[in-house]
């Protein structure tokens, strides 16, 4: 039988693709984890928010932008080896906006060419693996990760329909 140590050990993210025109909306980490890697801005959700409402309030923290409409593109569930935790990110797609993009405390925000976006320098790794499920509409998805610390290691993606 299972330990009660062996369960209730998931963390839960969120991450918004926004996206305009061609192109997507990153955050280029300031503090770790990640910093200095270039992805989709998004975190923790909180006890008491729905999905949707972290993913929205993740992105007016980190960017300054009001998104709607949020889209599941899909999840990622994430395994750090040693690490007792496992994650659980849901990655959310949306062309909605308003308000003005400023950089929080997270770092600095920008817009890239989607196309060129996964190859840009410093872009995360899951980000990279990501993206043409997300970017492209090729979804929903679901994967699995085992990676270091910087997010390097073994993504596996299947689509929905191949479920």
């Not at 006890?47 to 709607?68: F, I, W």
């Not at 060129?116 to 693996?129: D, I, K, R, T, Y």
């Not at 979804?139 to 997010?151: I, N, Q, S, T």
Request: include cysteine.
């Amino acid at each position: 039988m299972a330990d009660i140590h062996d369960r209730h050990q998931t963390v839960v993210t969120v991450f918004c693709v926004l996206l305009h025109e061609n192109q997507v909306l990153l955050i280029r980490r300031a503090r770790p984890p990640y910093q200095g890697a270039c992805t989709i801005p998004g975190g923790h959700k909180r006890h008491g928010e729905s999905l949707r409402q972290a993913c929205a309030r993740e992105m007016a923290e980190e960017t300054g932008l009001q998104v709607t409409n949020l889209k599941l593109a899909g999840f990622l569930e994430i395994e750090f080896p040693g690490d007792p935790r496992d994650f659980l990110s849901f990655y959310f797609v949306t062309r909605d906006f308003t308000g003005t993009m400023a950089a929080g405390p997270e770092g600095g925000v920008f817009w890239a060419e989607a196309d060129q976006a996964p190859n840009l320098p410093g872009a995360h790794p899951a980000f990279q693996a990501l993206a043409p499920y997300f970017l492209h509409g090729r979804g929903p998805f679901e994967g699995r990760a085992v990676v270091d610390r910087d997010g390097r290691g073994l993504y596996s993606i299947i689509l929905e329909n191949d479920i």
